[in-house]
């Protein structure tokens, strides 16, 4: 059933062999030729900008109030690319190489090597765009280090490099929207996908301002909606991004890979009680200069200042030499959660490490003062200019994480813990990006297909501006060669009728429960079955149980939510009851595919296995495979394993000692 | 951190839709923690509104951290409330005393009207981007990115501007409405790097063009919303926009 179209040849010449060959849409048929594509961050609005600007006919949904909002915005640190800017080292073959250990040898080898290849062009097309990236005194592009690397190849606008790249995605899309070619849907969300002999042709909307239904045909439907990080109820995602349009493709025929591959990230401010609804990131870029620790003695209560240098310890820079601080994110979580466990944990709740600025400020303050050509300048000086280096590297989440915690970072180390932050899973596609649904593809984050077990920092940005503009261009027009014959199908037809009636019936059916717990209550109940069951440490008994938690709580929501208001109007709460429910499903799906894989690998940490030093222990004999887990019924999903071949790199166990 | 817990009132406007009139409506919140933020407040309020089988309070909300720039409550007669260069989001209840009345309303501005109780319809923003907030290059057409250095600090100030997250506080704050703050962030953030040059002079007599017939006032000098502006962007902005604008005005063909 799965077959990944994986270009024969050469590893590095398959993309440009691909290219070579791929049919071809004209310009004159490209505009009979409708494409619909929901999500507008960075893959769904360079993808429709991009396609916009080729001549297709694209119609462009989000559910915020502009495309500009999408979740990319939040990004923080940077977007890496094979630039080699630095003379340190660096190629196409390195970040590709990266990117494949980094997922603990668990991503297909042709898509990763694509991504690197276009990585270059992904900044040239930015700094076209007018992205104010950060540069040196000599004009050029600046750069840093990032996780899981050893060069520095991170590309950064201050603390907003998400901000500043969809800013100019969006611009781009606004322009095609100006000149007629994108028609923009905002406060719109996508409720089903509607399949005609086979095919995605188009989709079921609903308008949130006015409650309405609305039916959309495309010749093609290109997913960009994100991940479904927010199944854990507190995540580091925006309060909607959702699973809804994936689990919709899912239920469609669309097979979900790797749904258990989640991403913890180790740096985030910790949870400071039960009020809280969301969780806020510190970039990983605050590891180039900050220094982890925790007390070298048990429940010290102690204020971090007051602990001498001889009683810290330093323990990712104990235990990884080699990459210290900047060892990938699913090892560095996992350390942290190992101390805290053991009980060195710091703050009130004991659910925290420091992340100290104190050695970066006094480094960067000498500095400052031999550039000065000054010596024996006073220590309360030299700290004064140091934090003013600091500030303007990072001043921006200095000052989030003051306004959230009261405290001040440029005095005492911040307090971090792990946090959900991003999902590698996600609907499976092949080389071109298309789903198992024909016609429907799924870009960026929604798929699966880069990252294998564990994403690297800097990469995320990376994938969905490559997705978008340099990849589906090409393979979208491979399948809609075939299509010039295809008239647009009018949208009174049965297929379109039925998959209305069947979301307007499953909002009736919510609607009419009129129960007595909130929507919010059962998203936080299930966040915390999959938190505890299936976050950082899983056990085969924990899954076991989460599954029959999560069934139970699916009935207890089916029968007992109330959702306030009206259908046909704004009903801010009936579309998280719709987001929730879809939840609720994937979680079990999430518990299902790590009760599967019967072995640990980047995020996915199987507590059974395990090496002596406490370290991801792989089964590359059995678990080689990408888990694409096809939609029965209720409870009833069936496995396909795509095998993942590796022609170039030898996966070895993954060191960063 | 110490914390403790606040009784409040909150006093919010309530609008059922875009036709409907609408009225302040107050609310009492107990046990409030000044660990929560603003938003996790009217979180709480609404879990006790929907249990006592009332409409929760609509309002527009997305990353909860400072840079969608979907939040937009008037708090206290301030967009955003009483603390500098933020957003509601990541204002903290630790802002308020006991016993306090926090009267909410959504932004007033005819160019952004009321959609439900603290939702506008900000659309008119991107219609001022579609009229020229972009540089014309397709995608592919690009050369090397260090093929053209760039002052770095005429890329820092071009970056100043381009933080800008479109929320519109600077129009709520504005006793006209105007959006030139928002509108000047755009064209300077284009304007002062190379890239934008090919377009600069159309850019600004669109751009110009667009905000005047979406219904939004004249600026003033009046400062409000650079006081307000949750990102800082300084008004000195709004000095190059008329800058360009005049320049534009007189080069320009049409």
């Not at chain 1, 979580?333 to 805290?340: D, I, L, N, Q, V």
């Not at chain 1, 919510?510 to 976050?535: A, N, P, Y």
């Amino acid at each position: 059933m799965l077959d990944a179209k994986i270009p024969s040849g050469p590893l590095e010449n398959k993309w440009t062999e691909y290219k070579g060959h791929c049919k071809l849409v004209n310009p004159a048929n490209k505009r009979k030729l409708e494409v619909i594509v929901v999500g507008t961050g960075l893959a769904g609005a360079s993808a429709a900008a991009s396609l916009g600007e080729l001549g297709y006919k694209v119609k462009a949904f989000c559910f915020q109030d502009s495309p500009r909002r999408a979740h990319s915005i939040a990004a923080q640190g940077g977007i890496n690319a094979a630039k080699n800017y630095q003379n340190d080292g660096d190629s196409v073959f390195r970040l590709f190489y990266d990117t494949i250990k980094g997922g603990d040898y668990r991503a297909r080898e042709a898509n990763v090597h694509r991504l690197a290849e276009v990585s270059g062009n992904i900044i040239d097309q930015c700094v076209a765009q007018g992205v104010p990236f950060a540069r040196e005194y000599g004009g050029l592009l600046s750069n840093r280090s990032f996780g899981g690397t050893q060069v520095q190849r991170t590309f950064y606008a201050a603390g907003q490099t998400g901000q500043q790249l969809l800013i100019g995605a969006y611009q781009a899309l606004e322009r095609q929207v100006a000149l007629g070619n994108v028609t923009m849907y905002t406060r719109h969300e996508m409720l089903e996908v509607v399949k005609i002999d086979g095919k995605a042709r188009g989709i079921i909307a609903r308008d949130l301002v006015k409650g309405t239904l609305e039916r959309h045909f495309g010749h093609a439907v290109l997913l960009c909606t994100g991940g479904y990080g927010n199944v854990f109820y507190l995540s580091t995602n925006a309060m909607g991004s959702n699973v809804t349009a994936a689990w919709k493709a899912h239920k469609q025929g669309a097979t979900f890979a790797n749904p258990c591959f989640t991403q913890i990230h180790p740096t985030c401010i910790p949870v400071s009680g039960d009020h809280q609804s969301k969780l806020t990131l510190m970039s990983e870029s605050l590891r180039n200069d900050g220094r982890i620790w925790v007390p070298k003695k048990q429940n010290d209560t102690r204020v971090a200042i007051d602990i001498p240098e001889e009683e810290r310890d330093y323990y990712l820079e104990r235990r990884y030499p080699a990459f210290g601080n900047l060892v990938p994110r699913d090892v560095a979580s996992r350390a942290a959660k190992e101390r805290c466990d053991d009980g060195y944990g710091v703050g009130t709740s004991k659910q925290a490490v420091y992340l100290d600025f104190a050695d970066a400020i006094v480094r960067y303050g000498k500095i400052e003062a031999g550039k000065e050509g000054r010596s024996n300048v006073p220590m309360d000086e030299i700290i004064s200019m140091g934090k003013q280096v600091v500030k303007e590297k990072y001043g921006n989440l200095f000052d989030m994480y003051e306004k959230i915690t009261g405290e001040n970072p440029y005095e005492l180390p911040m307090r971090i813990y792990p946090a959900v932050h991003y999902t590698m899973g996600g609907l499976w596609v092949d080389y071109e990006l298309q789903t198992t649904v024909p016609g429907l593809y799924a870009l960026g984050e929604a798929n699966f297909s880069d990252h294998g077990a564990n994403r690297l920092g800097a990469s995320a940005l990376m994938q969905g501006l490559a997705d978008g503009y340099f990849v589906i261009p090409y393979t979208l027009g491979n399948s809609l060669a075939d299509e010039i014959y295809s008239k647009a199908v009018e949208t009174s037809h049965p297929a379109f009728e039925a998959a209305e009636n069947e979301v307007a019936d499953r909002i009736n059916k919510l609607m009419s429960i009129k129960g007595k717990q909130t929507v919010e209550s059962f998203h936080k109940r299930l966040g915390k079955i999959i938190w505890d069951k299936c976050g950082m440490a899983r056990t085969k008994e924990g899954l076991e149980q989460a599954i029959r938690e999560v069934q139970a709580l699916k009935k207890e929501f089916w029968s007992d939510v109330r959702i306030p208001g009206s259908i046909n109007e704004m009903n801010p709460e009936l579309d998280k009851a719709n987001r929730v429910a879809d939840f609720i499903e994937l979680g079990e799906l999430m518990c299902v595919d790590a009760l599967n894989r019967n072995e640990s690998c980047g995020g996915h940490f199987r507590e059974e296995y395990q090496t002596p030093d406490g370290e991801a222990l792989r089964d590359d004999a059995n678990f080689m495979y990408v888990a694409a887990w096809e939609y029965k019924a209720e409870h009833e999903w069936s496995l396909h394993k795509e095998p993942l071949v590796y022609d170039v790199v030898k996966p070895s166990q993954r060191s960063y000692k | 951190m110490e914390h403790n817990n606040l009784n409040l009132t909150v006093k919010v406007w309530r609008q059922k839709n875009s036709q409907a009139k609408g009225q302040f409506e107050s609310y009492p919140v107990k046990n409030i923690s000044t660990e929560m933020s603003f938003l996790e407040m009217i979180d709480v309020l609404n879990e006790e509104l929907i249990v006592e089988g009332k409409e929760p309070i609509a309002f527009d909300h997305d990353c909860r951290e400072g840079i969608c720039g979907q939040c937009s409550m008037y708090i206290n007669g301030k967009p955003h409330g009483p603390w500098q260069a933020n957003t509601t989001c990541q204002l903290h209840m630790r802002a308020f005393n006991d016993g306090d009345t926090v009267v909410v309303e959504p932004w007033r501005a005819a160019a952004f009207p009321v959609i439900k109780d603290l939702m506008v319809d900000r659309s008119a923003f991107d219609r001022i981007v579609q009229a020229g907030g972009y540089v014309s290059v397709n995608t592919g057409n690009a050369v090397d990115g260090n093929s053209l250095p760039i002052n770095k600090d005429k890329a820092d100030a071009s970056f100043a501007a381009a933080m800008c997250i479109g929320c519109g506080a600077c129009v709520a704050a504005c006793k006209n409405s105007s959006a030139m703050l928002f509108l000047s962030a755009k064209v300077s953030h284009l304007a002062l790097l190379p890239q934008g040059e090919p377009e600069r002079h159309s850019r600004v007599l669109n751009m110009v063009a667009q905000m005047d017939k979406e219904g939004f006032g004249a600026c003033t000098n009046t400062g409000a919303c650079e006081a307000t502006c949750p990102k800082e962007i300084s008004i000195s902005n709004i000095a190059r926009l008329n800058q360009e604008y005049l320049v534009a005005s007189l080069v320009a063909d049409k």
